[in-house]
């Protein structure tokens, strides 16, 4: 064979090696080696990030300053959950996400819904009074729940990388043990506080007053883009000042201007208490930081006992 003959079989052959290695399973979808993950909004981009550490590139459909309820998704985000190594999102939440994975069908799909073990009225309150009996899509706000789902993701990535397996359930051990600090910082600095009246801007942190032992009213419900009625801003305000309530909490993403008026009417503090449903684009703390800022908030401005 012609020299020229034997370089071009070479080479095509160890084309044809290589497109069988790029194709085969378990192997990475990045050029830098890593696995491409999606997550649907924030808390679950920063399990998937922990897990997976340096084996994956984790990308949120919610973008920074997004909101995440109200979530619209272009014809090439919907395509590219098909071609990702794993999608992270959780069912019921968001419209779109849930019709994009049902759409593209990637191969490897975390519903997060099936560890959080989603509730109606989690704080104990009946979910009717508030308008709906939904599912309080919110759980990461309890950190015990979040660490369910780090175990439910590193799974997946097993089965995505089994060489790496491994890695990523110290990964989640790892992740879980933080959470557990957290819970247990959560639990101490709020025990002063326990039943206390938490009035927030909207029904988003049912699952953090159940596990730390408060009582949420939301002046919005579960959709913080959905605006509360007249008879429903005279009830909070009844509640405040029954309840000796001193700050009325806003969040990050959302218009602060109903919460901030009702303050203003009934001579009450506002604050803010960060949902976590995302990141502002500026913001470049974890969700570990975030919700030790949110105790602080809290602890600043419930009503405890000394």
């Known amino acids: 064979m012609p020299r020229t003959a034997r370089i071009a079989a070479a080479a095509l052959t160890a084309l044809v090696v290589t497109g069988v290695a790029a194709c085969s399973p378990g192997s990475s979808s990045g050029d830098d080696g890593t696995h491409d993950v999606v997550a649907a909004f924030y808390p679950l981009q920063f399990v998937a990030e922990r897990v997976g550490g340096e084996h994956v590139d984790v990308r949120s459909l919610t973008p920074p300053g997004g909101e995440s309820h109200d979530l619209e998704l272009s014809p090439s985000a919907v395509a590219g959950l098909g071609d990702a190594d794993l999608v992270v999102y959780l069912s019921g939440f968001q419209a779109a996400t849930d019709e994009a994975v049902a759409s593209a069908g990637p191969d490897h799909v975390v519903d997060a819904a099936e560890a959080a073990a989603l509730e109606a009225g989690p704080d104990g309150v009946d979910p009717g009074s508030g308008g709906s009996d939904a599912l309080d899509p919110h759980f990461w706000l309890d950190p015990t729940r979040l660490a369910a789902v780090a175990h439910q993701v590193a799974d997946a990535l097993a089965e995505v990388d089994p060489e790496h397996a491994a890695e990523f359930a110290a990964s989640a051990d790892d992740l879980a043990a933080d959470l557990d600090v957290l819970d247990a910082e959560l639990a101490d600095g ?6 206390a ?8 942190f049912g699952y953090l007053a159940q596990r730390y032992g408060l009582h949420q009213v939301g002046i919005s419900g579960i959709d913080p883009e959905v605006e509360p009625s007249p008879a429903r801003l005279r009830d909070v305000a009844a509640t405040v000042e029954a309840e000796g309530v001193r700050t009325l909490f806003f969040e990050v993403l959302a218009s602060p201007k109903v919460t901030r008026t009702l ?9 803010v208490l960060d949902p976590l449903e995302g990141l ?5 703390r974890d969700y570990l930081a975030i919700m030790r800022a949110n105790l602080d908030a809290l ?3 419930l009503t405890c006992t000394p």
Do not use: I, K, Q
């Open 299 to 301: 602890t600043t401005g």
């Open 263 to 271: 303050a203003d009417e009934l001579g009450v503090a506002t604050a």
């Open 280 to 284: 502002t684009e500026d913001d470049d």
């Open 190 to 195: 709020l025990a002063a506080c326990a039943g």
């Open 197 to 204: 009246t938490l009035v927030a801007s909207h029904e988003a």
